[in-house]
């Protein structure tokens, strides 16, 4: 187990000698921050196998899921802050809360040595830096909007502890945890994976309804790289997300999990997505390198996210790594190319002043958070030439059920035809399939809505003119409704669609249309 957490946590790992300091420049926000270590089970889902992965052998304790949760919370003063060795300790025990103190301390020291090579000593500043949370503080009083945080591929909960205590200084929720594979330790680069991560969201926004201090009817997803796109499947699946904040994430890299191919799955739609999205991006690669890398350029959900908000600000001091203030951290001057330290710092910090006013703008629908998005870089004080940005609005409402029947519930049920039109004529994929149609009205019907019924079973027949069970629905409707000449009119046509239709000819009879011996 050592030597994967080894593996995983540092594979990234390229210097030479180690860094001298990371400075998180941004002035924090009014309220102290507290952070709650969390060990708990997903026991709706199986972690372990039968059989131990490395060793064959059967499997002990405990084959739930394991979801180490880390909480950032608005807390009352007071208290003596962790170090950033305390999040770097962390990640010993994300998929194994029966370790020891003295275990995870061994590990934990094994994982600075890999990171930093055996030149420890070259990073004990670092790792005794005072960061801002407190362990376990008093919360403050108080609602405020949740943040869901997804790690990059395979990284720790706590990969970027300055970006979650700065959101929770100006009064937000933020939780996390670890980026694990669907059996091991190992993500794994294909849709399970991503599922996987994407459920792992999902558990965390039911658990922060736990939180008495959470507001989930504010909630975001944010997320780096690998994060940053199974954060979207879970948007897509979850209408209570109301923002989208991906740290230069996957989107652009794994576009075969969201382009609507044979890989991708079907409910990440444009229609799905209909959410505010800030994409922060690194320093742009030159055709030459995205030739060599083999990157697909031809789709772009980014540019298909019709119904949202699309934020894209580039920094481009920024390679991909720099994301992660962890890896910052870690970091030495070699790594920046032609930017130094300090200017790669100063854009992190950017980065993380426009993922709160975008927050700010659409949890907490605070004016100056719009304004600022949609401000050029120099208005909001932006150095020369460190971000640029691409802003598109939204084109109005997705063509949604749900939009359908919020406009009927507007315009009235007897404009279903046109209302139904319109959506379909913005996307052919907006269908309501002849079954649905179907119950829909009887849900109708049996709630004493008749003359709604009859206008859902009118759409069906427009729509579904060959479905003989539709306008034997429609009659009902309009029998029920004391319209005979209409009922009689729709079971006779659903009579000339299915000539079996046995329930038309009884009520055919009953209202004195066919002969009581008519077969």
Not at 378 to 400: C, F, K, Q, Y
């Amino acid at each position: 187990m050592l030597r994967l957490l080894l593996v995983l946590l540092f594979c990234a790992a390229t210097a030479t000698h180690a860094a001298d300091t990371f400075t998180f420049s941004n002035e924090p926000g009014p309220h102290a921050v507290g952070l709650h270590v969390r060990q708990q089970y997903d026991y709706a889902r199986v972690y372990r196998t039968r059989l131990d992965l490395v060793t064959g052998q059967p499997a002990t304790g405990e084959r739930a899921r394991p979801i180490q949760t880390l909480v950032w919370y608005p807390a009352v003063r007071g208290g003596k802050p962790l170090t950033f060795g305390d999040y770097v300790a962390t990640a010993a025990t994300e998929d194994d809360f029966a370790l020891t103190t003295g275990d995870a301390r061994r590990v934990t020291d094994e994982l600075v040595a890999a990171r930093t090579r055996g030149r420890l000593a070259q990073v004990k500043s670092e790792l005794a830096h005072a960061m801002r949370a407190v362990k376990d503080a008093p919360r403050q009083s108080g609602k405020f909007p949740v943040v869901i945080y997804a790690p990059s591929f395979s990284a720790p909960a706590a990969e970027n502890p300055d970006l979650c205590e700065y959101l929770a200084s100006h009064g937000y929720i933020v939780i996390a945890s670890p980026s694990l594979g669907a059996r091991t330790r190992f993500m794994t680069s294909d849709l399970e994976g991503l599922e996987t991560q994407a459920a792992d969201i999902a558990y965390l926004v039911a658990y922060a309804r736990t939180l008495p201090q959470a507001d989930t009817d504010k909630l975001a997803v944010a997320g780096f790289s690998w994060g940053g796109l199974s954060n979207v499947l879970a948007a897509a699946k979850d209408d209570r997300i109301k923002a989208i904040v991906s740290l230069d994430g996957s989107l652009r890299g794994y576009t075969e999990y969201v382009n609507g191919g044979k890989d991708a799955p079907k409910y990440v739609t444009p229609a799905r997505l209909a959410v505010p999205l800030l994409y922060l991006a690194k320093r742009p690669l030159s055709v030459e390198e995205l030739n060599r890398r083999e990157i697909d350029t031809t789709f772009s959900l980014m540019n298909r996210m019709r119904y949202s908000d699309v934020y894209v600000v580039t920094l481009h001091p920024m390679k991909h790594e720099n994301f992660s203030s962890w890896g910052l951290r870690f970091a030495t001057d070699g790594e920046f190319d032609e930017y130094t330290r300090d200017e790669v710092s100063l854009a992190h910090g950017w980065m993380a002043r426009y993922v709160l006013r975008f927050l700010d703008a659409y949890l907490k629908d605070d004016a100056a958070g719009r304004a600022f998005l949609d401000n050029t870089a120099a208005a909001n004080g932006v150095p020369r030439h460190m971000v640029s940005l691409d802003i598109r609005h939204g084109e109005g409402e997705p063509p949604t059920l749900e939009t359908f029947v919020g406009q009927l519930a507007k315009q009235g049920f007897g404009r279903a035809i046109d209302i139904y039109q319109a959506l379909h004529a913005r996307d052919a994929s907006f269908v309501i399939g002849e079954n649905g149609l179907n119950t829909w009205g009887y849900q109708l019907l049996r709630g004493g809505r008749g003359k709604d019924a009859i206008e859902i079973f009118r759409l069906g027949t427009h729509l579904y003119p060959t479905n003989g069970n539709l306008f034997d629905s429609l009659a009902e409707a309009y029998e029920k409704a004391g319209a005979r000449d209409e009922a009689i009119r729709n079971y006779r046509r659903s009579l000339d669609l299915d000539p079996k239709n046995s329930n038309a000819v009884e009520r055919l009879k009953a209202l004195g249309a066919l002969p009581a011996t008519a077969p």
